[in-house]
């Protein structure tokens, strides 16, 4: 079952700059102690991001804090790859393994610990992110 996606009123403050500098639709939006990550519509994360990078760099001074921009597809596949993008992905499998659905996502080699985190923090985020909108319950990096 796939998680419910409710915003506070601080976080529904950020998607209202986010969507007016961007002018792009955020899809959602989680919050960590470390960076605000926005889901955009897809076909709209270029436009988030801007060329070279200048509008995620506008939004990261004016928020003061880091920000990652996903980009949202409807396919769970695409979905991961784009959460996974930074890490050099290869390949996304995604198999039904009776009670859960667990998807394998393979990145190069030499960013395999980068794209786990440390202690996991990073693949614990992607397993949340994909859970707020496809039925996948476990995820891991090979």
């Known amino acids: 079952m796939t998680q419910e996606i409710s915003f506070t009123g601080e976080m529904l403050g950020y998607i209202k700059i986010f969507e007016k ?79 859960i659905i667990h998807a394998t996502v393979t990145v190069k080699p030499e960013n395999k610990a980068r794209a786990i985190g440390k202690n996991g923090a990073n693949l614990d985020l992607a397993r949340r992110i994909v859970n707020r909108h496809f039925e996948i319950n476990s995820v891991s990096v090979a």
Not at 29 to 46: A, D, N, R, W, Y
Not at 59 to 67: A, P
Not at 74 to 99: A, C, H, M, S, T
Request: aromatic share 8%; net charge positive; with cysteine.
């Open 21 to 99: 500098i961007t002018k792009t639709q955020v899809k959602d939006c989680l919050e960590t102690p470390e960076k605000i990550i926005f889901i955009v519509m897809p076909h709209q994360g270029s436009k988030a991001i801007g060329k070279g990078g200048v509008t995620a760099t506008k939004l990261r001074e004016l928020l003061k804090k880091n920000v990652q921009i996903i980009e949202f597809s409807e396919d769970p596949k695409i979905f991961l790859r784009n959460i996974f993008w930074p890490y050099g992905v290869q390949d996304v499998e995604i198999e039904d393994r009776g009670k």
